[in-house]
């Protein structure tokens, strides 16, 4: 289980985060809401190792994270993903999701001994480069890309980009995947697709993942999470089933002024 305990993250005079406390189970879908501003990139910076907090402790079945890096909590099984897309445009559809993976099979190497292993043609190197293929195509299979493996992602749409940033970020199956908006830049419809899609891929009973999502679009977030949490100021204001903060007051006085 994921536990975040008493987070506060201050930049200078600035506290982005205020005594955070919350539990993400195994195989749960947690809905994270809350206005502009409220805190929800800076927690998931935080969870996922890319800020130090300020105090306060994440830990994974009791393991503290919060002094791991980036990559170390990804380990972990803890994997994020980024607004805005970080694909390269010129390489294929499965060089990009290969790129993803196969730096994170091959560690223990080291990049140098990696590269080294892979030009001499070692069983190691084969054996990974291998597993990463299969890893990844078997990835994009799950979200429909795999008609479009040896495409260039500049020909691909933006809802299918979404996609194999998903793709990338599912292929090494963590056991939680940590969304930060990923319907950013989507029509209603696409979004819709998108996130049902991703939360279909996390109930996978063959291959469960529990989901941190951060998502403006109310009304689809809660309607596809297990539990959500409403942020505001840093703070959490409330904590409780999908349907119980779907009519909840705070959600009222947040969102529609308190109609
Ligand atoms: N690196 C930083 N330096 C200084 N202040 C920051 C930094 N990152 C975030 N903040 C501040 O912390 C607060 C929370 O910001 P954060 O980006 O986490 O909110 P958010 O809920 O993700 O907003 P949005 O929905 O717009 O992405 C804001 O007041 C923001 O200005």
Redesign the pocket.
């Known amino acids: 289980m994921l536990e975040v305990s008493a987070i506060t993250m201050k ?2 005079g ?1 506290t ?1 985060l205020d005594d955070v406390n919350f539990r993400v189970e195994d195989g749960e879908v947690l809905g994270v809401i ?10 998931i910076n935080v969870i996922s190792g890319f800020y130090r907090p300020t105090s306060g402790a994440v830990t994974l079945d009791g393991a503290s994270l919060s002094h791991l890096p980036p990559e170390r909590v990804r380990r972990e099984g803890l994997v994020r993903t980024f ?1 805005n897309l970080r694909l390269v445009d010129e390489m294929t559809v499965l060089e990009n999701c290969l790129a993803g993976v196969y730096p994170m099979l091959t560690t223990g190497y080291g990049f140098v001994g990696a590269s080294l292993a892979s030009l001499l043609g070692l069983p190691v190197a084969r054996r990974r480069a291998w597993e990463a293929d299969l890893l990844a195509r078997e990835a994009l299979h799950r979200v429909d890309l795999e008609h479009r493996l040896n495409d260039r992602v500049s020909e691909l749409s933006y809802a299918e980009q979404k996609r194999l940033e998903i793709a990338r970020s599912i292929a090494l199956k963590p056991r939680y995947l940590i969304l930060d ?1 990923p319907t950013a830049g989507m029509g209603v419809d696409e979004a819709d697709h998108l996130v049902r899609m991703i939360v279909q891929l996390a109930r996978d009973p063959q291959q469960p993942m529990a989901l941190f999502l ?1 998502e ?1 679009r109310l009304e689809l977030v809660l309607d596809v999470s297990d539990r959500a949490i409403v ?1 505001d100021g ?1 703070r959490v204001l409330a904590d409780g089933p999908a349907e119980e903060i779907a009519v909840s007051q705070v959600v009222r006085d947040i969102y529609v002024g308190g109609e």
Not at 34 to 43: E, F, Q, V, Y
């Open positions: 930049f200078g600035v982005a809350g206005p502009n501003g409220s805190g929800k990139s800076t927690l607004q908006e951060v403006h942020m840093g």
